[in-house]
C-alpha cells in the first residue's frame, strides 16, 4: 500500500481475546509477528502473501512454501499448495485435488477428490466428487450430511462460526449446529440468508418474514420483510418495513432508534451506526455517542472502533472507554479484536495491545 511517494507500508492484522497476534511487513518487507507484546521477525525476505485468523498467521514464503505460525511455533507444511485460506480457529489449503486442515497444531487430510468447499470460522463443508459425498468437517471430525451427491455445486450454502445452512438434493433447506441437522422448509427458490456465530437469518421465501435460527428453534422476529439486516455473534440488526431500527441480541429483540440509521455495520459483538451525521455504537444494551460527525475513516471489530479524527489523529473506542493513540496524523491503521496496529510519521508502527502503546 503506498503512503507517499517514498514509503510502502504493508499490514495484516489478527487479534482475539485470547491470542492477541498481529503480523505487519515493514518498509524493507520483512515480515514480523506481534504476539502478546513481543515482536518477532519471521522472514528476511519478502513473503508472497498472507492472512490472518484469530489463531494463526498463514503466510506463501519467497521460495513458496507455506508456513504456518501458531502458538509460537513455525510450522512448513511445504510446497505445491495451489490455495489457502485463513480463519478465526482454521486454515485450510489445496495441493492438486487434496484438501487439507490445519487447526491447533495438527493437520488433517478432509478429501483426496474435493469439488466445491466453503470454509467457516470453526467448520470446512465440501464435497468428495469421488465418493460422492457431502461432509463436513467439525471439531476434528469428520461428518458426512449427505451421500449419492449428483451435483456438487447444489449443496453448499452458508458457513459461519459453529453453524451452516444448507440445502439437500431434494431442496430441503437444512442447518448443521453443534452436531446435529435440522430441516426448515423445503423450497426451489433462491434463498436470502445471512450465517453469524450460532445463528442464522433469513427470509422466509414463502412468506418474506424474517426469521432466525437460534438455540435450536426458529423464531420469527418480523411479520413483514425488513429494508436490511446484518448478522453477527448471536446477534441480527435489522431495519424493519416501517423505519425502525432494532436488534435481536441472545434471544430477545431490542429496538435501538425508532428511526432507520443512515447505515449501520453489525461486526462481531458491537452495533456501529450513522443518524443524522452522527456516528454511534450500541454494545451491551447501551448507546454511544462517539463523535457528533462521521470520521472520514473508521475501522469495527470485536468491542472497538478506531477512526481518524477531524485533525487525522487515530482514536479508539472500546468497549465504552476512549483512548487517544496517536499525537500526530498517521498513515494507516487497523483494528481487531484486542489489538490496533498502525503507521505513522517516515515509518513507524506502533502497537496497541492491553492499554499500551508499542513502538515497533
Do not use: W
Not at 435440522?182 to 436470502?192: A, C, P
Amino acid at each position: 500500500m503506498k503512503l507517499s511517494a517514498t514509503l510502502f507500508f504493508s499490514l495484516f492484522f489478527l487479534a482475539t481475546n485470547a491470542q492477541n497476534i498481529a503480523a505487519f511487513s515493514d518498509y524493507q518487507n520483512r515480515f514480523f509477528v506481534f504476539d502478546k507484546g513481543q515482536t518477532r521477525q519471521l522472514e528476511y525476505q519478502p513473503v508472497l502473501s498472507y492472512q490472518t485468523g484469530d489463531k494463526c498467521i498463514g503466510y506463501i514464503t519467497n521460495s513458496n512454501n507455506l508456513k504456518i505460525y501458531y502458538n509460537h511455533i513455525d510450522y512448513d507444511l511445504g510446497s505445491m499448495v495451489d490455495s489457502y485460506m485463513v480463519t478465526d480457529n482454521l486454515v485450510t489449503y489445496q495441493m492438486n485435488s487434496q484438501l487439507f486442515v490445519f487447526e491447533d497444531g495438527n493437520k488433517k487430510l478432509l478429501s483426496q477428490y474435493v469439488g466445491n468447499y466453503f470454509v467457516g470460522d470453526s467448520m470446512v463443508a465440501f464435497f468428495d466428487t469421488r465418493a460422492r459425498y457431502f461432509q463436513i468437517y467439525y471439531q476434528g471430525q469428520i461428518i458426512t450430511l449427505e451421500d449419492g451427491i449428483l451435483y456438487d455445486n447444489a449443496m453448499l450454502f452458508k458457513v459461519g462460526n459453529n453453524i451452516m445452512g444448507y440445502i439437500d438434493a431434494y431442496q430441503n433447506v437444512k442447518v448443521f449446529h453443534q452436531g446435529q441437522i435440522t430441516e426448515l422448509f423445503k423450497t426451489n427458490m433462491v434463498i436470502n440468508a445471512s450465517v453469524g456465530r450460532n445463528i442464522m437469518a433469513y427470509i422466509d421465501p414463502v412468506t418474506d418474514l424474517l426469521s432466525v435460527f437460534y438455540d435450536g428453534e426458529v423464531k420469527v422476529l418480523e411479520s413483514f420483510r425488513p429494508k436490511s439486516y446484518q448478522v453477527g455473534y448471536e446477534k441480527v440488526a435489522y431495519v424493519t418495513s416501517t423505519g425502525d431500527f432494532k436488534l435481536f441480541d441472545h434471544g430477545e429483540i431490542e429496538t435501538i432508534s425508532n428511526y432507520a440509521p443512515d447505515t449501520f455495520q453489525l461486526k462481531d459483538d458491537i452495533l456501529v451506526y450513522q443518524m443524522q451525521g452522527q456516528l454511534f455504537a450500541y454494545l451491551k444494551g447501551e448507546n454511544y455517542l462517539i463523535e457528533n460527525y462521521i470520521p472520514a475513516t473508521y475501522e469495527v471489530n470485536g468491542d472497538m472502533v478506531a477512526y481518524r479524527d477531524a485533525n487525522g489523529f487515530l482514536k479508539l473506542f472500546k468497549a465504552g472507554d476512549r483512548f487517544d493513540l496517536s499525537f500526530e496524523k498517521i498513515n494507516d491503521f487497523k483494528v481487531l479484536r484486542g489489538i490496533v496496529i498502525f503507521n505513522e510519521g517516515m515509518n513507524t508502527t506502533k502497537v496497541f495491545y492491553n492499554g499500551k502503546t508499542y513502538n515497533q
